[in-house]
């Protein structure tokens, strides 16, 4: 059984940040592929960022140059730097962790994050 952690929403003003960061833990000692996926209101669930243990990532369009993925293999702890927050980036965040061929998958159980003055 593996649980994935996540913490650091909350609410922040436009133009300010907020880092999350989710930790895995449980039967697996290696994870090929951590990331962040994020679902408004009314809106399909969409990946934000992700991150190999390579160190390769992607990262969405809307996030570009904004937000940064990274990752402490040793920790299984992945982490999302969110810089120069937009209204349109309020969601809940969803951690997830799988394999190359998902052969395993796992989500954690969400964190709130809305950026409102």
């Known amino acids: 059984q593996v649980q994935l952690v996540e913490s650091g929403g909350g609410l922040v003003q436009p133009g300010g940040s907020l880092r999350l960061s989710c930790a895995a833990s449980?039967?697996?000692?290696?994870?090929?592929?951590m990331g962040w996926y994020r679902q408004a209101p009314g809106k399909q669930r969409e990946l934000v960022a992700s991150?190999?243990?390579?160190?390769?990532?992607t990262v969405t369009d809307s996030v570009k140059g904004r937000f940064t993925i990274s990752r402490d293999n040793a920790k299984n702890t992945v982490y999302l730097q969110m810089n120069t927050l937009k209204p349109e980036d309020s969601a809940v965040y969803y951690c997830?962790?799988?394999?190359?061929?998902?052969?395993?998958?796992?989500w954690g159980q969400g964190t709130q994050v809305t950026v409102s003055s």
């Open positions: 449980g039967s697996i000692r290696w994870i090929y592929a």
């Open positions: 991150i190999t243990s390579g160190g390769t990532t």
């Open positions: 997830r962790a799988h394999g190359s061929y998902l052969e395993y998958d796992y």
